[in-house]
Nanobody, 125 residues
């Protein structure tokens, strides 16, 4: 099982980025994927998740700005981030959810069983 996150970079406030999480060793038809982020000095927090059935979940801080999607044929989950703010600056990680993801549990970071290496997103002018 592997997850590989990419797509981070430096962007100005108000700009956009799309992160990708390419997975291998399992099928997105059977497992949910969640995105987390960790800013310097802060705890890792859930950003967004997508269940095996395609249900989507978002943290309140990103609702209306971020969109999660997936391409099962490409084994890839995407996080489209628009209207970026300086407070979105963090290392972003994707993780596999080893249970049925719902609105109440998609962001339990201690419940994830596999993590990808992070990708750094910096929002600054």
């Amino acid at each position: 099982v592997q997850l590989q996150a990419s797509g981070g970079g430096l962007v100005q406030p108000g700009g956009s980025l799309r992160l990708s999480c390419v997975v291998s060793g399992f099928s997105l038809s059977y497992f949910a994927i969640s995105w987390f982020r960790q800013a310097p000095g802060k705890e890792r927090e859930g950003v967004s998740g997508i269940s095996s059935g395609g249900d989507t979940f978002y943290a309140d801080s990103v609702k209306g700005r971020f969109t999660i999607s997936r391409d099962k044929d490409k084994n890839t989950v995407y996080l489209q981030m628009n209207s970026l703010k300086p407070e979105d600056t963090a290392v972003y990680y994707c993780a596999r959810v080893p249970y049925r993801a719902t609105e109440s549990n998609w962001d339990r970071r201690y419940g994830m069983d596999y993590w990808g290496k992070g990708t750094l997103v910096t929002v600054s002018s």
